[in-house]
T-cell receptor, first 111, second 113 residues
Framework: QKEVEQDPGPLSVPEGAIVSLNCTYS??????FMWYRQYSRKGPELLMY????GNKEDGRFTAQVDKSSKYISLFIRDSQPSDSATYLC???????????FGQGTELSVKP | GAGVSQSPSNKVTEKGKDVELRCDPI?????LYWYRQSLGQGLEFLIY????????KSGLPSDRFSAERTGGSVSTLTIQRTQQEDSAVYLC???????????FGPGTRLLVL
């Protein structure tokens, strides 16, 4: 079993929809949880991160961590075609900070 | 300011040849990471440098892979005697002393024929 599990999709939604992207993880020592967005043939771009359990909001994006269930979520409100990309969840290993990536979810927002 | 840069952007090589991939981190960043992204395996950690500390090489898949970081800045990832399974996108990221933020370069696409 992988340390971080993420449904690869693809996920297709109409413009304006609320999108929910999710990951589960197995290592209870994880404290920092990142979300990256990756456009085709580009490097991953840091969207936001949270520390421990709780919510964090940045514009149309909300990241949520529930450490009791080892569940990570990213919500996108009022989704736009420009949000079409692969979204990667990545907890940070407390020993050194390397990122442990999920497989990524491919999102397509249709106009 | 300038982000992480990597060169070359694309590399095609023949099986058995050695390749060198370069990463220029963001100025002032003390941490530098190499990752590999392939279709079957997703994004995997390879090696990590932090300041003058000994690198964490725990992700290197074989002894054909090595990396160095000169002067705490530029890093080179070397793959000796390349194999077809080495074909992937090699990504470099840099960050500060915190664990929250790693900024990625555009990657080097390596194809081994």
């Amino acid at each position: 079993q992988k340390e971080v599990e993420q449904d690869p999709g693809p996920l297709s939604v109409p413009e304006g929809a609320i999108v929910s992207l999710n990951c589960t993880y197995s290592n209870s020592a994880f404290q920092y949880f990142m979300w990256y967005r990756q456009y085709s043939r580009k490097g991953p771009e840091l969207l936001m991160y949270t520390y421990s359990s709780g919510n964090k909001e940045d514009g149309r994006f909300t990241a949520q961590v529930d450490k009791s269930s080892k569940y990570i979520s990213l919500f996108i409100r009022d989704s736009q075609p420009s949000d079409s990309a692969t979204y990667l969840c990545a907890p940070s290993d407390p020993q050194g900070g390397k990122l442990i990536f999920g497989q990524g979810t491919e999102l397509s927002v249709k106009p | 300011g300038a982000g992480v840069s990597q060169s070359p952007s694309n590399k095609v090589t023949e099986k058995g040849k050695d390749v060198e991939l370069r990463c220029d981190p963001i100025s002032g960043h003390t941490a530098l990471y190499w990752y590999r992204q392939s279709l079957g395996q997703g994004l995997e950690f390879l090696i990590y440098f932090q300041g003058n500390s000994a690198p964490d090489k725990s992700g290197l898949p074989s002894d054909r892979f090595s990396a160095e970081r000169t002067g705490g800045s530029v890093s080179t990832l070397t793959i000796q005697r390349t194999q077809q399974e080495d074909s992937a996108v090699y990504l470099c990221a840099s960050g500060g002393t915190d664990q929250e933020t790693q900024y990625f370069g555009p990657g080097t696409r390596l194809l081994v024929l």
